[in-house]
């Protein structure tokens, strides 16, 4: 079936982004082979020129976990990229905010010390339910689990950080690697 569009750069460019967003959730939704829980990889911004577009994948970029402080900082970067990935409905059919509302600042105060990070990084393994949530994902994502057991010490926490860490990273970029069109105010 055809499109009627008006003659106009700005309704031709819009009805060849909806429908170039339509072509790539389509091949998701329906390659079930290769089974991507997104349509989009979640990202930290967008290049400037506009000749080239480009985005960066939002990533944990905290140093691995090796001690106390680590853990903490590892902890707290990655509560602050799952709080972005959560909602981003560019890479997922809804914002899982069943997931989102266990890790914020108010369920669990930011880490601090050996307690408060145990305390937040499993919550956070908690929320990688998210994985398979219930109409959040086009596939539920089966190979970026986590088995660590829970944080009840330094050496524990430490496998637990980890271990989200490299699943997490794993899991926001599980996606057909295009970029959806997302128009923005010039």
Do not use: C
């Not at 997104?38 to 480009?54: A, C, I, Q, R, W």
């Not at 929320?127 to 219930?134: D, G, P, R």
């Not at 959040?136 to 089966?142: F, I, L, M, Q």
């Amino acid at each position: 079936m055809a499109l009627n569009v008006r003659k106009s750069p700005q309704a031709i460019l819009f009805a060849l982004v909806v429908q170039f967003n339509a072509f790539i959730k389509s091949f998701v939704t329906n390659n079930a082979t290769l089974a991507y829980p997104h349509y989009d990889t979640s990202s930290t911004g967008v290049s400037s020129d506009y000749t080239s577009p480009s985005s960066t994948p939002l990533q944990v970029t905290a140093a691995a976990a090796a001690d106390l402080p680590t853990t903490i900082t590892l902890a707290e970067n990655i509560r602050s990229v799952l709080f972005v990935h959560f909602a981003d409905v560019l890479a997922h059919k809804v914002s899982d905010a069943t997931n989102l509302a266990l890790i914020t600042v108010t369920a669990v105060p930011t880490a601090v010390d050996q307690g408060t990070a145990d305390t937040l990084l499993n919550a956070l393994a908690t929320a990688w339910a998210h994985l398979s949530q219930s109409g959040v994902h086009v596939h539920s994502d089966s190979t970026n689990t986590v088995s660590a057991a829970a944080a009840t010490s330094l050496s524990t926490g430490i496998t637990l950080g980890n271990a989200l860490k490299t699943a997490v990273n794993a899991h926001i970029l599980f996606s057909p690697g295009s970029l959806l069109v997302n128009l923005t105010a010039p």
